[in-house]
C-alpha cells in the first residue's frame, strides 16, 4: 500500500513570496489533515478536511494561508504572502475516518529568508 | 482549544531501563489516544494507540490510559539506543473531532 506522498520536499523562498504545498493521501483515506511543525515543537493542526469538506480550520491564518481538496483525494496548501515565521516542516496526514489512526507523508521543509 | 501537554524533556534513561513518558489532556471528550515517535528530520510514526482505560501491550511498549485523570503514558521497556527519538502524544475525539498533538518529550537511551 503507497503511503502519503508530498510534494515538494524542500522549498527555500523569500519573505512576501507565495508557496504551494501538494499531498496525494493514502487510497481510500476519507480524512486528510495539514500540520505545521516548527523546529522543536510538536505538530500544529492548520486545517482536517473530511472527504472534501472542512471539519476544523481553527487554527490556520486565513488571512495568508489557504488549503483545498479537489474531489476529496488530493489537497493542496497555499501560503501567499509568506512570513519568516512560516518557515518550518508542514506535514500532511491521512486516516480512514472510520478509524482516526493518522498516517504521514515525508512533509515539505520550507524556509523563508 | 483542546490542550495536550508532555514534559519536553530530555528525558535521559541507560541501556536496558525503562523509560516512561507521559501526557496529559484537557477534553474530557477525547475518545482516542496515540503515540507517535518521531526520529530527527522524519515524520511521526504511530506506534501505539489506546481507547479504554487501563493498559496495552505491544512487543516492548504499553500505553496506559486513566481517562479519570486525564493521563495516558507510554512505557517502553528493555529501552535501547535505537528508542532515543522525540515522542509525541496525540489525542483525537472531542467536540470538533479533530487529531491534537503535544509538543513532544526527547527520549536518550545511553549505551
Known amino acids: 500500500e503507497a503511503g502519503v506522498a508530498q510534494s515538494p520536499r524542500y522549498k527555500i523562498i523569500e519573505k512576501r513570496q507565495s508557496v504551494a504545498f501538494w499531498c496525494n493521501p493514502i487510497s481510500g483515506h476519507a480524512t486528510l489533515y495539514w500540520y505545521q511543525q516548527i523546529l522543536g515543537q510538536g505538530p500544529k493542526l492548520l486545517i482536517q478536511f473530511q472527504n472534501n469538506g472542512v471539519v476544523d480550520d481553527s487554527q490556520l491564518p486565513k488571512d495568508r494561508f489557504s488549503a483545498e481538496r479537489l474531489k476529496g483525494v488530493d489537497s493542496t496548501l497555499k501560503i501567499q504572502p509568506a512570513k519568516l515565521e512560516d518557515s518550518a516542516v508542514y506535514l500532511c496526514?491521512?486516516?480512514?475516518?472510520?478509524?482516526?489512526?493518522?498516517?504521514f507523508g515525508q512533509g515539505t521543509r520550507l524556509t523563508v529568508v | 482549544q483542546k490542550e495536550v501537554e508532555q514534559n519536553s524533556g530530555p528525558l535521559s534513561v541507560p541501556e536496558g531501563a525503562i523509560a516512561s513518558l507521559n501526557c496529559t489532556y484537557s477534553?474530557?471528550?477525547?475518545?482516542?489516544f496515540f503515540w507517535y515517535r518521531q526520529y530527527s528530520g522524519k515524520s511521526p510514526e504511530l506506534i501505539m494507540f489506546i481507547y479504554s482505560n487501563g493498559d496495552k501491550e505491544d512487543g516492548r511498549f504499553t500505553a496506559q490510559l486513566n481517562k479519570a485523570s486525564q493521563y495516558v503514558s507510554l512505557l517502553i521497556r528493555d529501552s535501547q539506543p535505537s528508542d532515543s527519538a522525540t515522542y509525541l502524544c496525540a489525542v483525537y475525539g472531542g467536540s470538533q473531532g479533530n487529531l491534537i498533538f503535544g509538543k513532544g518529550t526527547k527520549l536518550s537511551v545511553k549505551p
Open positions: 477534553d474530557r471528550g477525547s475518545q482516542s
Open positions: 496526514a491521512s486516516s480512514l475516518g472510520t478509524g482516526p489512526e493518522a498516517f
